[in-house]
Structures are given as structure tokens and as C-alpha cells.
């Protein structure tokens, strides 16, 4: 039983022997240097200038590369030895300071734990680390394809996915990762003197996703596949963007085996350089990647609202013409590709009320003119179809961005799920997930894993163990 005198005071940085902490952790890849420390703090928190601000400052003490079970067991251990403040990385695609650590501490990057562990039909375990490329190259290989994955899956790490991610490319087919049936199975390294393993399976998983790694180490995960299909990347343009989504509502129709379903309105159009004449300035896109089976419906649909096909082609096709698959087109690739050329624009996302009405989107394209440029993505969550938005805002300073937010929610059918915030339940969750915050007494009764990420987590709570 703990008692309120076990209640955990952590050390300032100041009083930790770093010299005897590096000898705890020996036989581990200690990295110390100020440069690869400073390069291992951080994600793509520069899409918001706010956020670049407030992180800039925040650089581990010491990074630790993990590459087996045995290794995380350590520098766990050592971590509630020393009471250090413990943040788990792998390919820091995240785009709000996830795996950034804010109290310094150890860094913990899992990007060599990448082996598939076991691969069956309709199923694959994988340590967290491994890519979410790599991992569909080898359900490939027996035929299946991952569910779902997000548009940096070059880069970003299945665990990273679990621990910070919603959705992604796939989720119009699939849903989004907490729908019933696409988390099966994982195992978490609790953070304490002596480290155990718990293992979560199914729903249970829900204590680790979305949680940005605040109660437990990621091991390894088990996802489900679906039979691999060769998706035909399809852009289809139209003349108004009103055009665009009622087409997006359209292809909807449960008839037509859709994967993504991407509306990208015109003002994009001179970042998407890789798309030649494909995506004119003139026109607004609708990007997609629909089965073979479904291309004669899909076409026909395409015609009949109106719209003209300028891609259609499998992923190896386009790459063999120089043009980029359709989910480089969607999702915040399409703020990386004007941040690519313009950093003068931030991003803000948004949920819109269903049934979806488009003309929502066209009130902000009258309200907001210039300063804010449209895009929607659709996914279905609980078996519902959903409308999302990733906008791209001109940057005019912090209030700006905030009396935009405001107005947005203002006019009425659409919430801000804020991109500009480090903490769980600002960004969106609104409310703190109790069930996350009794798993992390279990898995961290210290709180030492990535502080300040969670507002539902108190330091009277931590306690010696």
C-alpha cells in the first residue's frame, strides 16, 4: 500500500550524477553529444509557429537507442532509479511535440526495435518501432496490406502511430484506429524500479492509444490486415469547389470500394508542382485511391458530377510518370507542400458536424478569403462516415490564429481540434480520459513518462514503486 509519505518529489537536473547515470545504463547506445541530443528532441512541431516558440528550449539530457526488450527494461529502471523524466521516440512524425521532452530527462528512441515478430492471415505483431512501410511491404508479401496508415508511413513507426495518431490513409475504408477490430493486441514496459510487462488486448489498448507515450513503454503491437488490393490512384477536377465535395458525398455510395477520399481545393494547386498539368490552377482536385473493381461506377460518377479524370493509374504507374500516389496529396502532406515552398502558412483541423454540409466550407472560403485555404478529408469512425479538415492558415500572429479558430466555431457546424497545443486534451480530446490516467498509476506510478503531455495527470499522484 502506498502512503502519502511515498509521494514522489523528482530531482532537479542540477542533482542527478549524470556520470553515474551513464554507468547505469552502460551497455546501452548512449548518445550525449549536444547536437544528436538536440536533433532527437524534436518532430515536426514547426508546422506551428507557436509551438516552435514554446519547444525550441526543450533537448533530453541523454538519448538512449533501445534495440531489444531487455534494453528498454534498463533504461526504465534506471529512469525510476534516478527519477528522470522518460520520453519514447521513434520517427518524430508527430506534428504537436509528441516525443518532445519538455522536463529534459531521457529520450528513449525505439527505431531499432523493428522486427516482425510474427505475420498470420489477417494479422501481423510488430515491435513499435518498426515502420509502417516496411511493415506493409511484408503483409505484401503473404498477399495483405495494413488497414490504415498515416501519409509519412516512410518514416513514422507503428508505435508512434498507436501512441499519437487517429487515422490516416485507409480510414474511409477501415475507420479510424480505436474502431473495433483494427488494434488487436499490444505489450507495454511499465516504468518502475523493477519494469513488468502488461499486455492489453483489444479495447484494452484504448489505455495506450492517443495517450502520446504518457503511461507506458510501446513494446510491440498486433494490427489487423486486409486482403492487399492494387488501388488505382485517381485525381478527378472540377470547376468550383462546391463541385469537389458534392462529388466527395457522392463517392461515398456504399457501392464504390474507396480507400481515400481527398478534396484539395485550387489555391493548392501551385505547391503540388510534382503534378504538373494534372492539377491546374484553375481547378480543384479531388484525390482518391478507389479499386479496380470500382473504376466503371467511379467514373461514371466522376461524369456525372461534372468532374474530368486527370490521373488514373496504379502507385507504380504514377511513380514511373513522375507523378506522386494520391496520399502524398491528402492528409497534411498538403500543408507540408506549401510549408515546403512558403513558410509563411500554419494549419488548423477541423471536424465538421454530420450529415456534412458543404456549404459550411464555403461560408469560411467567403469569410476567410485568402488567409485560409480549404482542404477536407473523409474517414468513417463507428461505422459512420465523417468529414474532416486540415486547412492551411496564413500565419499573421498568434491572436490571428486564434480569432480564426474562434470564428470557425463561431458560424456553427465545425470544431477546432487544435494543432497548436502539446497536451492531449487541448488538442482536441477536450476531456481527460480517465481510463488512460488510472492505466498510467499502473504503467508509471512515478510520472515520469513524458510530463506536462497530460493535463489528467497531477504530481500529487505519483507515488514510490
Known amino acids: ?156 513507426s507503428i508505435g508512434g502511430f498507436i501512441a499519437g495518431g487517429f487515422g490516416g490513409i485507409g480510414s474511409f475504408r477501415h475507420g479510424i484506429l480505436r474502431d473495433p477490430g483494427n488494434l488487436l493486441r499490444a505489450r507495454v514496459m511499465t516504468v518502475e524500479r523493477e519494469p513488468r510487462v502488461i499486455e492489453l488486448v483489444g479495447d484494452e489498448i484504448q489505455q495506450v492509444h492517443h495517450a502520446y507515450g504518457t503511461n507506458g513503454v510501446i513494446l510491440d503491437v498486433e494490427v489487423a490486415l486486409s486482403p492487399a488490393v492494387d488501388w488505382v490512384h485517381c485525381t478527378v477536377l472540377f470547376e468550383t469547389y462546391r463541385g469537389a465535395l458534392d462529388f466527395g458525398i457522392a463517392a461515398q455510395a456504399p457501392t464504390l470500394d474507396i480507400f481515400l477520399l481527398s478534396t484539395v481545393e485550387a489555391r493548392f494547386s501551385p505547391y503540388y508542382t510534382a503534378m504538373r498539368d494534372r492539377f491546374p490552377p484553375d481547378r480543384h482536385a479531388v484525390f482518391t485511391m478507389v479499386s479496380p473493381e470500382s473504376m466503371a461506377e467511379f467514373r461514371a460518377l466522376a461524369g456525372t458530377h461534372g468532374g474530368t479524370i486527370s490521373v488514373a493509374g496504379t ?40 450529415p456534412f454540409d458543404p456549404s459550411v466550407v464555403e461560408r469560411h472560403l467567403n469569410i476567410f478569403g485568402d488567409d485560409v485555404l480549404q482542404h477536407q478529408d473523409f474517414a468513417r469512425a463507428n461505422g459512420q462516415c465523417g468529414t474532416f479538415g486540415i486547412l492551411l492558415v496564413r500565419w499573421k500572429g498568434e491572436a490571428h490564429q486564434y480569432e480564426v479558430m474562434r470564428e470557425i466555431e463561431s458560424q456553427g457546424g465545425a470544431q477546432i481540434f487544435n494543432p497548436h497545443v502539446f497536451t492531449i486534451e487541448d488538442g482536441g480530446m477536450k476531456t481527460i480520459d480517465t481510463q488512460q490516467i488510472e492505466f498510467k498509476k499502473r504503467s508509471d506510478p512515478m510520472g515520469l513518462m513524458n510530463p506536462g503531455k497530460t493535463r489528467g495527470w497531477t504530481p500529487d499522484m505519483a507515488v514510490e514503486r
Open 315 to 354: 502507385e507504380a504507374e504514377l511513380l514511373a510518370d513522375g507523378l506522386p500516389p494520391a496520399y502524398e496529396c491528402a492528409f497534411n502532406h498538403t500543408t507540408l507542400q506549401a510549408l515546403k515552398a512558403d513558410r509563411g502558412w500554419t494549419y488548423l483541423q477541423v471536424a465538421y458536424a454530420q
Open 1 to 156: 500500500m502506498n502512503t502519502a509519505s511515498q509521494i514522489l518529489e523528482r530531482p532537479s537536473p542540477l542533482d542527478v550524477d549524470w556520470d553515474t547515470v551513464r554507468e547505469d545504463l552502460r551497455g546501452l547506445n548512449v548518445i550525449a553529444t549536444p547536437s544528436q541530443r538536440k536533433q532527437l528532441s524534436k518532430d515536426f512541431y514547426w508546422y506551428s509557429p507557436i509551438l516552435t516558440a514554446q519547444l525550441a528550449g526543450c533537448v533530453a539530457d541523454l538519448v538512449v537507442k533501445v534495440s531489444t526488450e531487455d534494453d528498454v527494461r534498463q533504461a526504465a529502471a534506471v529512469a525510476a532509479k534516478w527519477k528522470l523524466p522518460l520520453t519514447v521516440r521513434a520517427g518524430g512524425t508527430g506534428n504537436y511535440g509528441q516525443c518532445v521532452p519538455l522536463e529534459g530527462g531521457l529520450v528513449l528512441d525505439v527505431t531499432q526495435m523493428c522486427r516482425v515478430l510474427d505475420l498470420a492471415e489477417g494479422r501481423i505483431r510488430v515491435e513499435a518501432g518498426a515502420r509502417m512501410h516496411d511493415i506493409d511491404l511484408a503483409a505484401r508479401e503473404t498477399g495483405q496490406a495494413l488497414r490504415m496508415w498515416p501519409s509519412t508511413w516512410h518514416v513514422a
